[in-house]
């Protein structure tokens, strides 16, 4: 009985909070109708801008919701972040039907998956919404798609980091989140470009291998690489908990000191690794500093204007934007960061 | 019907050594399974069969297994469920959300509350199929989601990094080592784990009363189980496994994400079906399901040793799966005849 009763409050729980949240935008969608209106136009201080993104919560979109509230105060426009409770195309699509009957200015999405979301997309654009896109290389159905960097370029910066710490020579082993995630396989092609073309020395073990974007899996596949390739001395990571659960294997293992791990991740997951020396560089782009410039470039082409090669966001990494000669809604900045563990306290995500 | 037992019977017994080295689940061909993929390993690559590579395979095995055990006890009663993962994660981070929070420690309690948390979130599966008689699947199928919702929602989103030091010491403390490879402690109270499942399910009347429900639902209410009350027992205990098992891939993972395990659902319930238990409910043991989880973790542990480009991993894990399964089913074609509860009546 008492199951049946926790079971029913759950439910009503999480009714009442959809029902809630529900009622907040569509209010904010009445009594704002400077949005709904003048989707080109004046830079209405009501204007309301919706940051659609992959999942709710978790360390990198709530940082991106920092850069977007700290945007929307210096332009004084209202920033909703909403998204789905699973990181599923389905619910992304759901998400969006809802938010194009309520007719935000602008929407700016970070797609589960870009190619699924083209339909609903269009669909927004076809009603006056302006759509900014990010990690989605290849959508056409977005007025931009804003990368924080050129995928390959990243790789072999890696690659450079990697180099400097193993002293230009070793072999290294590359992990991907997935074998079918674009951006990670860019990653790792521009690494071992990078190698080729400058470190001679530096070889790696095998194809890329997959962590399933699990941290578990990254160590179970680090403990059989140590195995395997017992003179290894380089790890190169690429979903976020990879270099945790390398860093991890690799401690166990008493291998801190003689190996060299960078990767892409955050200070929150692999802080206390870059303390202990198991892990030594890592990458990103900062989530906040990417939702701010989604934002200024939406509110650029509201206000009528064109982004082009070399404009100038107001976002530092953003300054001077790069656009793809092949696909012209495509534009990156030059927007990675390197943490060590003397600067990760700068970096709150 | 019973002639038919009879003739059965009379066919097997012709041939004792083979059958009993069969297995009453075909744990016998698993396990011969196993030994020649190990003997392929042998061939290709002797330098990869080393006592590291055993450590390797526990370590990764135990969470694996630790989830199975929950699994298997739903699939024997004829049930399927998905949510286990998300009882399991829901368990484990919400326990040390609140050690965290309160700023207590501990090595042994933490287990037994995220088993009991387990437990209750594992009454919502219960109430769902025992007292509204839903379809298991459809049913852990909305569990999942809202136990995972709730979570991310209520509990926390943001990664544990740091566990409490008495707990994370749990994860740092070594029983022995195998070659390079260190045994941590966990072992122990997983193995507990499944002599208690293998006790329950062939020592007391609920285990009997698990195997009749997967066998046949109407059967085991005319001779007397009350259904509803063995499914809520289930249920129930599906959710401590799942609850512990949350607990131990905390600690041995060294870190608390509400985002992982939630996806590994299909390689746990391949390891069941490889290890006899079968979805049409009424067959399965705990051995089997050890051997099951050994075989996923052995391929899937293996790969990278035996210099196999990782693009073939996928299809590679997902052969030897598909061949498990189809022991498993093709055995289970011939065996539909004999059912489950007759086998072990002596004539």
Known sequence: ?349 | MTADVHAERAATSRRPGLAALRGRNNEGVLAGVILLLLLVMLVVEPSALTWGFAGDIIRSGLVTLALALGLLLIIISGGMDVSFTAIAVFSGYATVRLMTDLGIDGRVWPFLLAAAIGCALGSLNAVLVARYRMETLIASLGTQVIIRGFLLAFVGSTYLATLPPQLDSVGTTTIFRLGSSPVNIVVVPVALACVALALILRRTMFGRGVYAVGGDKESARRVGFHVARVQTGIYLLAGLFAGFAGMVHVVLSRHASPFDLVGMELNVIAAVVIGGALDRGGRGSVHGTVLGVLLVSLVQNSLVRLGISSYWHVLVIGLVILVGVAIQARSNARGAKRPRILEEVTP
């Open chain 1, 1 to 349: 009985m008492n199951a049946r009763r926790r079971a029913w409050l759950t439910a009503t729980t999480a009714a009442t909070a959809l029902a809630l949240t529900a009622c907040g935008t569509a209010d904010s969608g009445t009594t704002a109708p400077g949005a709904n209106d003048d989707g080109g136009g004046s830079d209405s201080g009501d204007r309301t801008i919706v940051n659609v993104v992959k999942l709710a919560g978790g360390d990198w979109f709530n940082r991106m919701e920092v850069g977007n509230q700290e945007y929307a105060q210096e332009h004084s426009i209202r920033v909703d972040q909403t998204a789905g409770d699973d990181a599923s195309e389905e619910k992304q699509i759901a998400v969006l039907n809802d938010l194009i009957a309520q007719r935000p200015a602008a929407l700016t999405v970070v797609p589960n998956s870009p190619e699924s979301l083209e339909a609903v997309l269009k669909r927004a654009r076809d009603t006056g919404i302006v759509v900014i896109t990010h990690e989605a290389p290849g959508i056409t159905n977005a007025d931009a798609n804003l990368e924080a960097f050129v995928n390959e370029d990243y790789g072999a910066h890696q690659m450079d980091l990697l180099a400097e710490c193993l002293g230009n020579e070793g072999s290294y082993a590359h992990v991907v989140g997935s074998l079918s995630v674009a951006s990670h396989n860019m990653w790792a092609a521009g690494a071992l470009e990078r190698a080729g073309e400058e470190y001679p020395d530096i070889t790696r073990v095998a194809d890329p291998i997959s962590s399933e974007e699990s941290q578990e899996t990254a160590y179970n596949r680090t403990r059989e690489l140590l195995a395997t390739y017992p003179d290894i001395r380089g790890f190169l990571g690429s979903a976020s908990t990879d270099v945790a659960g390398i860093g991890r294997a690799l401690e166990e293992a008493g291998r801190q000191d003689d190996t060299c791990v960078v990767g892409t991740s955050t200070p929150a997951i692999a802080g206390n690794l870059l303390e202990s020396g198991a892990v030594d560089v890592i990458t990103a782009w900062d989530p906040a500093l990417a939702g701010q410039a989604m934002l200024a470039a939406a509110e650029l082409l509201l206000a009528g204007e064109e982004l082009t090669d070399g404009t100038d966001l107001g976002i530092p990494g953003y300054e001077s934007l790069g656009q793809d000669p092949d696909v012209p809604n495509s534009f990156f900045g030059n927007a990675w960061i390197d943490m060590t563990n003397e600067n990760k306290d700068d970096y709150p995500f």
